[in-house]
């Protein structure tokens, strides 16, 4: 126990005090979580802008209701100008009772939802105007749907993705530096079983995956990205073990062919990225074509990426964590066995 | 064969990697408390011979006893009683020497308490906070000795311990090693300098292609040389005739600053010398394991 313990510290301290891999552990997936975080901010968000000349009844009812973005005009002309250059889709020239829409045919999809809209407004406007009640209502509400708001799906991907690159390549180089440096020879010569070194080494990789979880999820959550947790993102904590487990066993597999550092990391790179990338890391993944889905489905970080959106962000609960976890644990004892039977003491 | 008594039993091992034969053929036995130095050029087969002892590798025959019990396959039993530095300085990542000895020892069950001990032992005590590559080359390998110290072994093995050392570094380190003794410890040491092994050891091996060419305390390897002992004095002290026509001299010659005169026989030499008053610039040199090193193998060593 004391040996575990003892040596559990030794690789703590090994790891708070090398700054650069503090760097890749935390600051670096932080800084595409801020970077995709504040570029994609606005994305779905911004409103249509149209230009609007003379005023109404019609025109104060959409202006408090928000939906459309009004720019005044004084003069028809000035206000068709911008809809022939293209600056706005759309302009309502207010006559009296008669509303007049010139839109842009170049872009079909917000003229017609300009249309739409105002139309609506005009019709509301009639309906009220005969004194009578409406005979068809309807309500509108918002739903959580797949089509999430960028950090909403950035944060999980980011996460899963910072938790495997660091528990790839704290098993990948410790393992390689260990052997180049004699350590593991060293090691072998003690009282001590392989399992406890092992196991001492994944200890301070959970730990670490487990602050790089707080830490990511606490910056998003600031106002300025807006994350919005679910009540069942605790869910997410075994997922993040359990991640932790099968990328460490990853880098196992790596080190254990890896001669040098700088082959380690090579290697670890040439297997995180690509993944990384069509595991839907940095972009929903439902965007992709559906092949790229279907391959995207053998990597262990795409279920992992799953899990965590559907547990952080989409408020799914603990079925949710079956099949990404099902995968992780069969991940992690293939890839573990090929590891053990690769293992090398020495060079 | 005084079996209770032997630290180390080696017979008649054997190890080649392919066609290459490291370890041909060698036996010897090191007695508790002993000195032992293994010494030879590189690609001897010192090392290998040093891991197979240690339980490292398996021999492709013969046989080893380590305190009594077969090292190999990897005996738990013998671990703790054995202390092993590496050829290279193996440490933990970013620790300091003191984190690094209560690592090491808490691999053994050692208290931390013991860190501060060895520390002491190898002259570290003021480096016990500073970062293991932060140290110089010499205390690096200092370190290295006092985490193969920590949990109190009964025999410990020194892989070149002196290797690219500095001449004052290596002197401070012989200091560690004699005080390692002292502590009643069987040393078994390879290396490839003939003189520091003349100065430590109670006996030597001479290694060379996998072979032990000579085993004995390093003075009886010398006197049984056979070699002559040089004398040397300072230029004009006394004249190459004057010289060869001494009583027990070989030969003699000079060059710009001395004469040089070789002699099996140098007690009349001497007094010879000393009654003519012609010592000055006197200089002794007997024959070192260089040249016991220069007999058996025909050739000049290089280290």
Known sequence: MTAFRTLSLAMLKGFVRDKVTLFFTFLFPLMFLVIFGLILRDVGADKTKIAVVGDGQVVSALRDSGVLELEQYNDVDAAVQKVKDGDLPAALIVRGQQLEVRFAQSDQVKSATVLGIVNGFVDKANVAATGQPPRFTFAAEKVEDASLKPIQFLTPGILSWGVAVSAVFGSALTLVSWRRKQV????????????????????????????QGGIFVGIAMLPVFGLKLSGSWWLAIPLLLLGTIAFFALGMLVGA??????????????????????????????????????????????????????V???????????????????????????????????? | ???????????????????????????????EGEFFGILGPNGAGKTTTLEIIEGLREPDSGEVRLLGESPWPRNVKLLPRIGVQLQASSFFEKLTAKEQLQTFGALYGVSPGTAADMLELVGLADKANEQENKLSGGQRQRLSIACALVHDPDV?????????????????????????????????????YLDEAEILCDRVAIMDEGRILALDP????????DAPTHVTLQKGALSVVDASALDGVEEAHENEVSLTISTRRPAPVLSALAERGALD???????????VFLDLTGREYRA
């Open chain 1, 312 to 347: 952080l962000v989409r408020g799914k609960g603990i079925e949710a964590l079956v099949v990404p976890s099902a995968v992780l644990i069969g991940f992690a004892l293939v890839v573990g066995f090929l590891a053990s039977r690769v293992f090398k003491w020495e060079e």
């Open chain 2, 156 to 192: 410990v093995f020194l892989d070149e311990p002196t290797a690219a050392l500095d001449p004052q570094a290596r002197r401070n380190l012989w200091d560690v090693l004699r005080a390692i003794q002292e502590r009643g410890k069987t040393i078994v040491y390879t290396t490839h």
């Open chain 2, 218 to 225: 390093p003075a009886v390897l010398v006197r049984g040389l």
């Open chain 2, 281 to 291: 610039g006197l200089q002794v040199r007997a024959a070192t394991l260089e040249d």
């Open chain 1, 257 to 310: 062919f890896a001669k040098t550092e700088e082959a380690a990391s090579a290697a670890a790179n040439i297997v995180v990225l690509p993944m990384a990338f069509l595991s839907g890391t940095f972009f929903p993944v439902e965007q992709a074509p559906a092949w790229l889905q279907a391959v995207s489905k053998i990597f262990p970080l795409r279920h992992m990426n799953d899990g965590m959106l559907n």
């Open chain 1, 184 to 211: 593991l020879r060293r090691i072998r010569l003690a009282p001590v079983s392989a399992t406890s070194v092992l196991s001492s080494r994944l200890l301070v990789s959970t730990g670490v995956a487990l602050v």
């Open chain 2, 1 to 31: 064969m005084t079996g209770e008594r032997s630290a180390v039993v080696v017979r008649d091992i054997r190890k080649s990697y392919g066609e290459l034969t490291a370890v041909d053929g060698v036996s010897f036995t090191v007695a």
